[in-house]
């Protein structure tokens, strides 16, 4: 079946569907999806991110893992749940970087691409292989004495856990709708519209259902200079992710990375201006004119994230990495490298290695400017 034939059945004889039900095939669909055949981050993939840029931010990743695997009394297991982990690169970095909590590491590796989940054993010392259901839970609640770190692959979060959960550039991937607010208050929406074999985006003015009203009415609330008459994203997909997370984790910390900017910020740009796509390392096309052939992203609204869970920090990329001692990674690795740059082997190349990738990693027009979010949980309270 061709990506357009799924879609058409998609339509189930509607005239139109939501753009998050458009996304959600385009992307994961196992049989025509972007990720089911194939697209993945990574140097040489589609697109590159900051743990596919080198080490060091999982070595940065490890050590803000260490400072709260100490904070909570020295956890065994310590869980890790990674979701949207990719090919596992970032799995990879944190072992590479064996941070002091290691022998107590329970990694899991939640993805939902079947295809990037088959990649994870083969650079993953100590992978346990993919786990479900019961299995899973007795995963994370299996103590280590010292003999991790233990990876696992699950294309699901497991029911209930403690620990901490890491998701970087995951939730500019979640489907989103696309709205906006006429200057009457009422709410538009534009949908994918199905003609003449082929598919368009067209503004369809629905009564918006009692829930969606409410949760807009909200957001204008808060929001008051959101411009009218303007398309922003609406990101049902991030904020029911996160909505999951909090109630299946009991205790812990939430940290995710993504680009983004407020709601009323990406109103403002034009021609929807925050709805991205990509592909072998360059910009796609109109998203609409290849499904299941390039990615589908959008900068997060990240008032939206934060709506009913304010307690959460907010910090650039660059912050949190700095925070949490990536200058002090990159002065080891420079002063490795004065010392066995005659020698030219592989620690006096990572040791040079450090400080491109901080360049990149911290850059305030690139992936230094990127919003983290950072959470302590505890569930009921
Ligand atoms: C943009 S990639 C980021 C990969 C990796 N975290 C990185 O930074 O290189 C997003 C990944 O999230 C996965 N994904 C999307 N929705 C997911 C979900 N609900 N649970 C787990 N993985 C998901 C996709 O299959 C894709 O591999």
């Not at 970032?90 to 993805?111: K, M, N």
């Not at 280590?144 to 620990?163: C, H, I, K, R």
């Not at 909505?243 to 812990?252: P, Y």
């Amino acid at each position: 079946m061709t990506p357009l034939e799924a879609l058409r059945r998609s339509f189930g004889g509607r005239a139109s569907i939501p753009f998050s039900e458009y996304m959600e095939l385009a992307l994961y669909d196992p049989a025509v999806g972007f990720y089911a055949r194939g697209g993945r981050a990574g140097r040489g993939a589609d697109f590159l991110t900051s743990p596919e840029v080198g080490p060091l931010f999982g070595a940065v990743i490890a050590r803000a893992l260490d400072e709260w695997w100490i904070a909570a009394g020295r956890p065994d297991p310590f869980v890790v749940v990674e979701v949207g982990a990719g090919p596992g690169t970032l799995a990879r970095s944190i072992r590479f970087a064996a941070p002091e909590c290691s022998g107590s590491l329970l990694h899991v590796l939640v993805e939902r691409s079947a295809f990037q989940r088959s990649l994870h054993g083969s650079h993953l010392p100590g992978w346990m292989g993919e786990r479900a259901g019961f299995e899973l839970e007795a995963f994370v609640s299996s103590p280590q004495d010292g003999g991790g770190p233990q990876f696992v692959s699950a294309a699901e979060l497991p029911a209930v856990f403690t620990g901490v959960v890491l998701a970087n550039e995951l939730l500019d991937n979640l489907p989103f709708d696309i709205l906006r607010v006429r200057a009457d208050g009422a709410i538009e929406e534009l949908r994918v519209v199905w003609a003449a074999d082929a598919v368009s985006l067209d503004s369809v003015a629905e009564p918006a259902s009692p829930a969606l009203a409410a949760a807009v009415g909200e957001l204008l609330a808060r929001t008051p200079e959101l411009p009218r008459d303007a398309w922003f994203p609406w990101q049902g997909g991030a904020t029911g992710w996160l909505d999951e997370v909090f109630t299946r984790l009991t205790r812990g910390h939430v940290l995710v990375f993504d680009y983004g900017g407020s709601t009323a910020e990406l109103a403002r740009r034009s021609d929807l201006g925050w709805l991205r796509t990509f592909r072998d390392q360059q910009r796609g096309v109109h998203p609409l004119d290849a499904p299941g052939a390039q990615d589908i992203t959008c900068d997060v609204a990240i008032d939206q994230l934060r709506a009913g869970r304010p307690a959460g920090e907010v910090l650039t990329q660059a912050e949190f990495l700095r925070r949490h001692g990536i200058d002090d990674l990159v002065a080891e690795g420079l002063a490795i490298w004065n010392e066995r740059a005659h020698l030219g082997d592989l620690a006096a190349i990572r040791g040079r290695s450090a400080m491109r990738e901080a360049e990149a990693l911290l850059d305030p027009e690139g992936l230094g400017a990127f919003i983290v979010l950072h959470w302590e949980h505890r569930l009921g309270g």
